[in-house]
Antibody, heavy 123, light 109 residues
């Protein structure tokens, strides 16, 4: 069974740091881009960052660029998100998500989601 | 603000047909995809690209595109279809990053 399982969320003070992890199984992890998507309480989905299959390219939404770092370890089938300089507005459920694309990038979608790990930024 | 926009809420009578829309200029170049999210659950992909349903998604779900508007149509809505629906596509930035619409709350009456 294909799955991704997140861990590492918790309560952190403003300005603090956290590292989220995602363990992938049941598929060839190093064949896929991977993303983090977050959802603030009662709000919609927000794509946060993604990383190329071999880790050579990373992309971020403007609101986290320079504060968050996405990485992966293909030998361990694992995805990570390092969250630094956390703000109250980073409070959300963070999903690990598998990217899929086609038609020369004209189609880009997310076909496998974890259950999420919660991050709360509060003093 | 998102580069793809959705109506916040739509309702449909049980058994009737409903169309959920997603609008944005980038939809002229990139396809929209659709996710269903029920309370307390992770989103589930229900439609990708022009009209591709993942395995296990009922055929009452269909997708279409016209100009800068993509639509998810549910033909014969069931009570179990009540959920939040999100579209996603790519934005107009240099790297054409993924972006989500704000979501549509579907109520089945």
């Amino acid at each position: 069974e294909m799955q991704v399982v997140e861990s590492g969320g918790g309560l952190v003070q403003p300005g603090g740091s956290l590292r989220l992890s995602c363990a992938a199984s049941g598929f060839l992890f190093n064949n896929y881009y991977m993303s983090w998507v977050r959802q603030a309480p009662g709000k919609g989905l927000e794509w946060v960052a993604n990383i190329k299959e071999d880790g050579s390219e990373t992309y971020y939404v403007d609101s986290v660029r320079g504060r968050f770092t996405i990485s992966r370890d293909n030998a361990k089938n694992s995805l990570y998100l390092h969250l630094n300089s956390l703000r109250a507005e980073d409070t959300a459920l963070y999903y690990c998500v598998r990217d899929n694309y086609g038609d020369n990038g004209a189609i880009w979608y997310f076909d496998l989601w974890g259950r999420g790990t919660p991050v709360t930024v509060s003093s | 603000s998102s580069e793809v926009t959705q109506d916040p809420a739509v309702s449909v009578a049980l058994g009737q047909t409903v169309r959920i829309s997603c609008q944005g200029d980038t939809l002229r170049s990139y396809y929209a995809n659709w996710y269903q999210q029920k309370p307390g659950q992770a989103p589930v992909l229900v439609m990708s690209g022009k009209n591709n349903r993942p395995s296990g998604i009922p055929d009452r779900f269909s997708g279409s595109i016209s100009g800068n508007t993509a639509s998810l149509t549910i033909t014969g809505a069931l009570a179990e279809d009540e959920a939040d629906y999100y579209c996603n596509s790519r934005d107009s930035s240099e790297f054409h990053l993924p972006v989500f619409g704000g979501g549509t709350k579907l109520t089945v009456l």
